[in-house]
Structure formats: C-alpha cells, structure tokens
C-alpha cells in the first residue's frame, strides 16, 4: 500500500513541529493531547467501573490474533507533526508483522523519520506524572531482587501502557496501541512447556524476562498506583503491557538516562548491518537518520542488540534474525571460569557459516581442566590469559591441547543430543496451543546445524 509522505530535511524541524498543532484532524484522532503529562491527582487505586469496565477492552488482547490497525497509526502519528521521508511507507507481507522499507533512494546522512516530543511516551515524563505513586511502586520492587534498580525505566513505561490501556478509546494513545501485535514469542510469552524445550542458555535468557514482568506486575499489584484493580490483576493485559513495553523501547544515556517509545520509529526491525539510527535531541523529539545509502525496496533497519549472539535478541524479541554469523558456544556451566578470565559471553563465540570456534573458547575449557587437575598451572594459566601473554598461553594450549579437545567434544556431541531431544518434544506440540513452537525449533535448528559442523571440524584436528 502506498502512503502519502511529506518530504522534509533536517533543518526545518524546529519550525514545522516546535507547537503542537496538528497537521490535521481525522477520524482517527480520539483525544487531544493537551494534558498528556498532567501529573495525576489520584492516591489510591481505582476500583472497576461500569465505564471503565467497558473501555477496558477496547484493545482486544485476549485475542492474540487480532487485527493490528496500523495504517490509522501512521495517520494519526502524521497528524501530530510525524514526518515520513517520500518513498518511506509501512509494509507487510502477512497483515501481522509491520516494518519501515522505502520506494525511494536515501542517501546517507538523510532524515528518514522525524516524531515530534508530544507524542514520544518517555519513562521521566512517567516519573512526573504518577509522583508518590509510582515512587512506592517503584520502592517494593527494587527491594525484590538485586538489580532491579537498572529496570525502573521499562518498569515506568510498562506502568504508563497500563494506565493508557485501561482508557480505552479515551486515550489519546489509542491509535497506537491498537497497532501494538497481540502475540509475541519471547520469554514473557512462553509457556513452561515452552521452556522445556529451550538448551540451557536459550532458557536462562527467556526466563530471566519471565522473572522481571513476574517482579513487576507484583509490585504494581502491591503498590498504590492509580489503577483499576481489574486491571493490574488481569495478567494477560500484564504481560501485553510489559511485552509492548520492552520490544519497543530505544534507550537514551544523555542528558540522563532514560527510555523513549516513538511510534512509527518503533517500526523499524533489527539487523546485523543496519542501516539507520534512532537519536533524540534535548527537547525528546526523535530523530531517524540513515547511515548508509539505501536502496529502493530496502528495509528499514536499526541495531536491536549485540550481533554476535541471537539468543538474547530471541529471548527479549520472540525472533531470529537470518544474517546471524555467530552463536555463543553454550558453555553455562563454566560461567565462573568464564567470568575468572575476563571473558563476556559475547567473546565466546562459535561461526555459524564454519562451526570455527574462537580462541577465547579454548581458554575457557582448558582453564576448568587445569582448574581440576593442576590448580597450580591453573594459577599460572590464569596470569597468562589476563595479563596478555600470548607465548605463555599457546604454550599451555599445546601441552594440553588433546584435553582440551576432548572436552569441546564432548561438550558439542553433549549440546546436539540436548537439542535433538528438546526439538522432537516441541515437535510434539500442537501449534494451535503452543504457537511458539516454530520459532523455538527454529532457534534449536540453528544451533545443531552450528555444532554439527563444529564437530565435525574437531574430529578432523
């Protein structure tokens, strides 16, 4: 479907959008926005209404198969002083997933999408708008788990899709909230069957987002927010609002630390090699620029993650991406070594493409082994590693080297016998209940076609 654009550069930003008045009015738009950020008066949480009741589910989210209105989305996002590049217009293949591609040629350096502050929902102006309220909620979870602290910025947006839900149509937000998907196939999303079909890390990375909308909605339910009861207990209107919370956010460091939702811009998809940038200036208003020249018919695309490893983008996002070129190596069970060296996850990397294993994996497994029988090589293996003496490690490595070896294939013949298993159980399912399963087995599909070919590079060593 082709979309009306308005064409525009970088310079007249401040001119056409610095009041907030709308392009234009239409169907679409149910309310104004002239109290968006109005701190809320209410101290106690609300309890169900008739009315509220009723607007309550305006938004389906019970029926995860729902139609997604998304073109009213962009019409109404348009009408608050959206700006879309000539040629930039949302696309879909199957009426359920929605991206950015463009018709037109972009040069890099060009403005792609440009959404006006109004519009921007940003975990601050949450702050400022729920006060002591949200400050207790915020209070009860930091004291659940170590760590939590880091989360209060997803933990105010998720407050904030909450509290626009359960308006209804009297949201002024509801034009884009009724474009939000109702399925995901994340780790919020999936069900324990789901998990027990998932390899070791693949769960640890989903359950651990299972664990945070856990700690969240109960401090939601525990705390004084100016909530229905109806719909702070409901867990599916929890887990939507978590979900549209944490797939669509963009994270900003500066002036201070903060998340941002821009509709429209949360429209782009992830890749490897994006082609696109997400900034916002001091006043909030987000800004998407192209980095590289794009080509007619491309997709518009931004980094959601690190690259070099799919399994938390799969466990945050629902989805893999096709141009992955590593995986990590799977190696939970030697964290502690893992961390003792210095290494990060990212670092421990197996090549998709090869099955080639990187170096960094090899220290890992020959640091447990002489963990377990030589602790005082271990010592001095340790202090080669970490203080970068590369003649003093390969000569461990070579000493040790058919150790070393056999322990990375047990390891892999290990992880392929695990994934075996865990697929045929998802296999198992019937997608009518279990609809995450194709992409679970996708995941699992990956990572033995990977091992499989690691393994057979190190039977020919």
């Not at 170590?146 to 149509?169: D, N, S």
């Not at 399925?183 to 299972?210: H, K, W």
């Not at 208003?285 to 695309?301: E, H, K, Y």
Request: charged fraction near 20%; glycine fraction near 4%.
């Amino acid at each position: 479907m082709k979309l009306s654009a308005l064409i525009f550069t970088t310079g007249i930003f401040a001119t056409t959008v610095s009041s907030f008045t709308p392009i234009s009015r239409n169907a679409v738009q149910r309310t104004a926005f002239t109290s968006i950020h109005t701190p809320t008066t209410t101290s106690s949480p609300k309890t169900p209404s008739s009315a509220s009741s009723s607007l309550s589910y305006a938004i389906d989210v019970y029926d995860e198969l729902a139609q997604r209105d998304v073109y009213s989305m962009q019409e109404w996002a348009q009408s608050y002083g959206t700006q879309i590049a000539e040629g930039v217009e949302l696309y879909t293949a199957d009426g359920a997933d929605y991206q950015l591609i463009t018709q037109a040629p972009i040069p890099a350096g060009s403005s792609v999408l440009y959404v006006p502050a109004d519009i921007v929902l940003s975990s601050n102006n949450v702050v400022q708008e729920y006060g002591q309220a949200l400050s207790q909620a915020e209070n009860i979870l930091v004291q659940m788990e170590q760590g939590l602290q880091e989360r209060l910025p997803l933990f105010r947006l998720m407050v904030k899709i909450m509290a626009e839900y359960e308006k209804g149509e009297e949201s002024p937000y509801f034009p884009w909230l009724n474009s939000m998907p109702r399925q995901f196939y994340n780790g919020v999303a999936m069900t324990d069957a789901c998990f027990a079909c998932l390899p070791p890390y693949a769960s640890i990375c989903a359950m651990n987002e299972r664990n945070a909308y856990s700690r969240f909605i109960n401090a939601i339910r525990k705390g004084n927010l100016p909530l229905n009861q109806e719909t702070i207990m409901d867990d599916q209107v929890g887990k939507w609002a978590y979900n549209v919370a944490l797939t669509r956010f963009h994270e900003v460091w500066q002036p201070v630390r903060q998340k941002h939702i821009a509709p429209m811009a949360d429209m782009l998809n992830h890749s490897t090699e994006p082609n696109c940038e997400i900034n916002f200036d001091d006043m909030g208003n987000c800004n998407v620029q192209a980095i590289m020249d794009i080509q007619p018919g491309s997709p518009l695309t931004i980094s959601l993650g690190d690259p070099t490893n799919p399994t938390p983008l799969f466990a945050k996002y629902g989805f893999l991406y096709d141009d992955c070129k590593t995986i990590f190596c799977k190696a939970v069970h030697l964290d502690a070594q893992i961390q003792e060296l210095g290494y990060e996850y990212k670092d421990l990397l197996i090549q998709t493409e090869t099955g080639e294993i990187a170096p960094q994996v090899w220290d890992v497994f020959l640091y447990e082994i002489l963990q377990n029988s030589d602790p005082d090589n271990a010592g001095a293996f340790y202090n080669a590693v970490t203080g970068g003496d590369e003649a003093t490690k390969e000569q461990y490595h070579g000493h040790y080297y058919s150790y070393t070896l056999d322990a990375l294939k047990n390891h892999v013949y290990s992880i392929l016998n695990d994934v075996d298993e865990l697929t045929m159980k998802a296999q198992s399912y019937d997608l009518e209940t279990h609809p995450r399963v194709p992409v679970i087995v996708a995941h699992n599909n990956l990572v033995k076609e990977t091992f499989t070919m690691t393994g057979q590079a190190l039977e020919q060593m």
